[in-house]
């Protein structure tokens, strides 16, 4: 394998991953430009495989959306909508309750929930669906409202960041999940979500969060406009951040997804950039424990293989996935918690269902 590798041009690379070094962002983007795939992967998987050994996690969750109704409306978002659209909705904190009591049954351990960002809700309304789904399913762990939602939520409530984050873990909050990252180039911004909050103020909401203890995941979106030193510029604002504040449990890189969207003329990312994504990343991200494969993204098959190229974590059983299915996504829109299994058994790792925070609940035999 040295011998290949050293044909492939990755040497050098090899040498700094056994030893642990931190790749620098040129090392990163001779990896994106490689044809050498299976080089790319067995480099990933030597760190996999340091951080998790064989084990691939899994987690049985449900999402709630709460609104789609956003003043925001990026160009590669198919969920938002404004106010006036047939199709905006907003579920009343009634109607979050009568979906969380829908799945009582099942052994949800974390509910995750999120929305567009809507101008005319009050900043109660948000404390009362954390309150209502804490009362509903006393110990869940509820991961909701993007560093991008956080902002908004402090502006309605007209409090800082870290007041408004205090309000929000005293009514139930547990952690934050990592979208509305985007890519953080304030070009890409510019064309693509102008009215985001910039990349900056995403890391500094992430950041403060992590001082007072909840814990985030981060995201990428991958595959519009962007190029490959954009994404490296981001993928290294992220570790330098995770170097600060040592919050983030996990990256998560965004398939786009082009349908139904204002950007529906580009032809998203291949598989081949799907599997280099998660590969360049658990390289790059030294300083995060995991990187997942978002089966809804990218489809089981292929989140199955990349638990070769570097993943070690397949998300979970979603239980009514709609924002990338609103984007033209194939993939089923939940997943039995036996099949995420089986998928894992047959990428020849040990399934893992754990909490939000990676707490293992049950290791499964290979």
């Known amino acids: 394998m040295e011998n290949y590798l050293h044909r ?51 987690i049985y969750n449900q999402h709630i959306n709460y609104s789609n109704i956003c003043s925001n409306l990026c160009k590669f978002c198919a969920f938002g909508r404004d106010a006036q659209s047939p199709l905006a909705f907003q579920l009343s904190v009634a109607d979050v309750r009568a979906k969380v009591r829908e799945r009582l049954g099942e052994p949800i351990t974390e509910i995750h929930m999120v929305g567009g960002i809507h101008p005319e809700l009050p900043f109660d309304y948000y404390l009362e669906l954390l309150q209502a789904i804490a009362e509903e399913r006393p110990g869940v762990h509820i991961q909701a409202f993007t560093c991008v939602e956080i902002a908004h939520l402090a502006e309605r409530a007209g409090r800082s960041v870290e007041e408004t984050l205090r309000l929000l873990q005293g009514a139930g909050l547990g952690s934050l999940p990592g979208g509305g990252a985007e890519v953080f180039s304030p070009r890409i911004r510019q064309l693509t979500c102008e009215k985001k909050i910039s990349g900056e103020a995403w890391l500094e909401i992430a950041k403060t969060a992590h001082r007072l203890g909840l814990r985030s995941n981060a995201t990428m979106l991958y595959g519009h406009l962007e190029t490959l030193d954009e994404r490296l510029e981001h993928l290294d604002a992220l570790r330098r951040t995770q170097d600060e504040s040592g919050g983030f449990l996990a990256f998560i890189p965004l398939a786009f997804h082009p349908k139904n969207t204002e950007m529906a003329q580009l032809p998203g990312p291949s598989g081949l950039d799907d599997l280099k994504n998660i590969a360049v990343a658990r390289l790059m991200l030294d300083n995060f424990p995991h990187i997942k494969a978002y089966w809804v993204m990218i489809g089981p098959q292929l989140a199955q293989i990349a638990l070769s ?30 099949t995420l299994v089986r998928l894992i058994r047959e990428a020849g790792r040990i399934p893992v269902e754990r909490d939000t925070l990676y707490n293992v609940i049950t290791e499964h035999a290979a």
């Open 309 to 338: 190229f570097g993943a070690d974590d397949m998300d979970g059983t979603v239980k009514e996935e709609v924002i990338t299915h609103m984007a033209g996504a194939q993939t089923a829109q939940a997943m039995g918690s036996r």
């Open 8 to 58: 492939a041009g990755f040497g050098d690379i090899h040498e700094k991953v056994v030893a642990g070094e931190r790749l620098s962002i040129a090392d990163g983007l001779r990896l994106y430009s490689t044809n050498e795939i299976l080089a790319l992967g067995y480099l990933a998987d030597l760190v996999r495989r340091r951080k998790n050994g064989d084990k691939a996690y899994f």
